[in-house]
């Protein structure tokens, strides 16, 4: 769950509306590698479903107990890590080794840049099982590099305007500017990605800021609040 706190409210989004956010900017983009990808459709598939092992996750958010709200996403215990990337590969191995071969080669990255003596089993099984799912699928490594180019970017879009942190930018390969206001976020890029300007929704939710008793208060505010549409436009810089 990605938590957005302000003095009086919490917005919260989850992790798998962002990642599918991530999937409609990168469908948009008019890059030949996107828009004319032999495997387009997967390609997309994956970007929309890389964070599809938090479904439970964020259905029974955790209390953070520093401050009685949600927890957000970047202060997961490595146990509970290990339980929800393990799951996101594993969903889609079935159905379609691509899309949970690079679910596993983003988490491998991600696993890498916080690596820890902790979390290094987890990293080499998350590998690992990157391996066989190349080699049950018939899949092609160098092809699955270039692609995982445009799950980091559309993954580090989404997550940008998603917190309103600009700092997620800074990986993206784009000059950008992040302003939110109003209920709504811009992101200025250049070069620009799409064919022109664009307004896109993310669903939200927001909360009183308070301290919470309990994991099941806090699930009953969540539960009780009114989702809607922070506006996400995208422009040239």
Sequence with gaps: M?????PESILVVTQADHARLAAEMVRLFVDPEVALHPRRRELLDAIACHDDGWWEADAAPTLDPATGGPQDFRALSPAA????????????AARSPYVAAM?????VRLHESRRT????????RLAARREELIEEGGLDRDALARDDRWLRVGDDLSLAAASGEPGFLASTGYRARLTRADGAVELALDPFPLAGSTRLELPARTIARRRHRDGVELGLALATARWQALVVRLAPL
């Excluded at 990605?2 to 302000?6: G, L, T």
């Design 2 to 6: 990605i938590v957005v706190a302000d």
């Design 81 to 92: 890590r290990e339980e929800i990337w393990t799951r996101g590969v594993e969903r889609h």
């Design 103 to 107: 679910v596993a080669g983003h988490l």
């Design 117 to 124: 003596a902790e979390t290094a089993e987890l990293g080499e």
